[in-house]
């Protein structure tokens, strides 16, 4: 199969989208260039005004297989993946029983090969059933390929186990993600400890408690020689954190998530339980830090926590309803709407945020829209609009503030190696 | 237009208050007769959803529906902590059946109340849900400060103890401050939030506070097992630093100013006996206008008619805006 994406401006990590045709020839992108003509039999795709980009990849999903299928599965996961632009997945391992050894791993890839049409990373834990208490298998998931392990969700309570675990895994190639929380600090885990929280009459959860974790994780991996990635900063002392061990030269890698970047705490109204998750939104103050440090690379990436949770589950009082949103629909296009539309920030950094450096996390090869690599691209229509309907949806849950709402911008097409994932 | 549900204070009008507070008068004269009853809400079904234990709360609003002549069900509920909102959604579902007017409901967990009006057409009145609100103790305090002080515009009211927690601080300050009452927050550093309370004055030091020069002091109930991790480091303790002491009695008394209380009282934690029986404490007088004041309520939210002026003593006076 052969398509011409004819009249687009090609985006890249660096600089602004260049004008250019791509042609892709039996699933490899076989030339750039403005002007390309058609040969026979060549489809093509017209392009004018629109960017062609590099596929996207979220370093941070919850897709609840095994176990909570009634929130979301592999197959609706990676649809909803596909659906935002996004070609690729790292699963977390809070799962039931969560993905802690080789069986489990194993057993999830065999599935996704069977029902995704992405392929799908997963994490591991820690600990064994994210209890914090035993390691989990350790070396069994890292044959399978497993190379970050997280108990997300939780963080390891005590200190001297995961500093044995850093020690143990770093020299199996394996880097560590932290969701940084001390329980003790973090009441309920449902808000922010401020105006809000006070208001709705709910203890609140300080920001100190995601920052004393962090800096305790970072400090730990200092220490054992290992890598940690601190998942989904929400504070600006959080953003500072990591800008000063980072210019300490210490091994730190960084994700800041599309819900963090644009809510606040104001946004809850009277208990929206589309807006709770954990860490919990903050301040306006604290939006405008996590996007300065953005902007200034002290994030490595965007990753959205895509958290699914069926209406009812969502539907109870904002205490007992879960943490976490859905992202994966959603990302692209929001942050498009709010920032690349206000010129906060260009095409550039979403390439390089939220496609190539959260594959480099990985291991893997970024994926640009450059002669001689594999197709796997999005057609984005900046003009156009999209309305988060239920209908839109791929997912099987549609916890997300978005939902209803009509943003600018739009996926138009998802193109991976010779396939065609989404034209719409 | 009159609301369905009667959830927090944030949400009225000072219109609305100064309605509700009115209303609520004829109600308490009502009182002093031999017939204490009106037929305003014959016909009508009060059902009580109390998922916390509450004696004076639950009482109050089961005599002021009778006083109403409201059919008052009393729904046998689990008290426990871990009731959470999907059993809750369950037993509204049932409700619904029943088809109450009517729904008073505690609740442990902030917000459930809201989330619970949301799944009925019955009219919520939320009797205090986790810290969050308690607006119809609120609306007594009110009422009681204007027995008091009839323009009480400009008086300083103190609220002291655990304002963390407590949602009698959070619906009363509120109220108070849309009547134009100065409000002040006093208790140990721990329990009074620095972010959160808009124009209240905070203090952690009482002889400051008094300094301040308040009209009336309104003492929070103070409950150590409340409290998940500890803020003070006990009840003694509390007592000699927050506490109305003999010594800042005498104090309190000199200068006339009033006590407030939500109860039930802790004798020797918030206050000592002596206060009691202090001539300018409104605490019994509280408890009789929570009867009224929720009768108020209860008429104000009075589904499905158009109430005439006139009828039913003054209390038809306001009410027809539905």
Known sequence: MRILIRGGAVAAEDGDPVRGDVLIEEGVITAVAEGLKAAKGVRVVEAGGKIVAPAMFDAHVHFREPGQEHKEDLAHGTEAAINGGVTGVVMMPNTSPAIDSAAVVRTLYDKAAEVSRLPVYTSGCITKSRAGKELAGIDGMRKLGVTMLTDDGDSVADPALLMHAMEYATDFGMFFASHCEVPELAGPRALNDGKVSYQLGIVGSPACSEEICMDRDIRLAHAAGAHVHIQHVSSALGMETIRWWKERGVRVTAEVSPHHLIFNEGDIGEYNTHYKMNPPLRTAEDNAALLAGLKEGVFDLIATDHAPHSEFEKGQDFVSAPNGITGLETALVSLFDRFVVTGEFGWDLLVRRYSAEPRRLMGLEPVPVAEGKRADLIVFDPAGETTFTRQFMKSKSVNTPFLDQTLQGRVEMVVRGEEVLLER | ?322
């Open chain 2, 1 to 322: 237009m009159v609301p369905k549900d009667f959830l927090d204070i944030a949400s009225l009008s000072r219109e609305e208050v100064e309605l509700l507070l009115e209303q609520a008068v004829p109600f308490k004269e009502l009182f002093t007769r031999s017939v204490k009853k009106v037929p305003a809400l014959k016909g009508k079904s009060v059902l009580m959803l109390f998922y916390e234990p509450s004696t004076r709360t639950h009482s109050s609003f089961e005599v002021a529906a009778k006083r109403l002549s409201a059919d008052v069900i009393d729904l046998d509920v689990p008290h426990s902590s871990t009731v959470k909102g999907e059993t809750v959604k369950d037993t509204v579902d049932t409700l619904q059946a029943m088809r109450a007017d009517y729904i008073v409901v505690r609740h442990k967990m902030s917000g459930m109340p809201m989330a619970i009006a949301r799944q009925t057409k019955a009219s919520v009145i939320n009797a205090g849900d986790g810290a969050h609100a308690h607006p119809t103790q609120a609306l007594l305090d009110a009422f009681t400060l204007k027995e008091v002080f009839p323009d009480p515009a400009g008086r300083k009211v103190l609220i002291a103890g655990d304002i963390l927690h407590s949602r009698v601080a959070r619906s009363t300050s509120t109220l108070f401050g849309k009547l134009g009452v100065e409000v002040g927050f006093l208790g140990p550093g721990s329990l009074v939030p620095r972010l959160g309370p808009e124009g209240i004055v905070r203090f952690t030091d009482f002889d400051e506070a008094l300094q301040w020069g308040p009209d009336a002091l309104y003492l929070l109930r103070v409950q150590m097992e409340r409290q998940d991790v500890q803020y003070f480091p006990s009840l003694h303790e509390y007592h000699r630093v927050y506490g109305v002491t003999q010594e800042r009695f005498e104090r309190i008394k000199g200068e006339g100013i009033y006590i407030m209380h939500p109860g039930p009282v802790n004798r020797g934690v918030e206050l000592c006996h002596e206060v009691m029986d202090y001539e300018r404490s409104l605490i019994n007088q509280q408890v009789e206008n929570g009867i009224a004041a929720r009768m108020a309520v209860l008429y104000w939210l009075k589904p499905g008619t158009l109430l005439r002026q006139g009828k039913e003593g003054k209390a038809g006076g306001k009410g027809n805006r539905r």
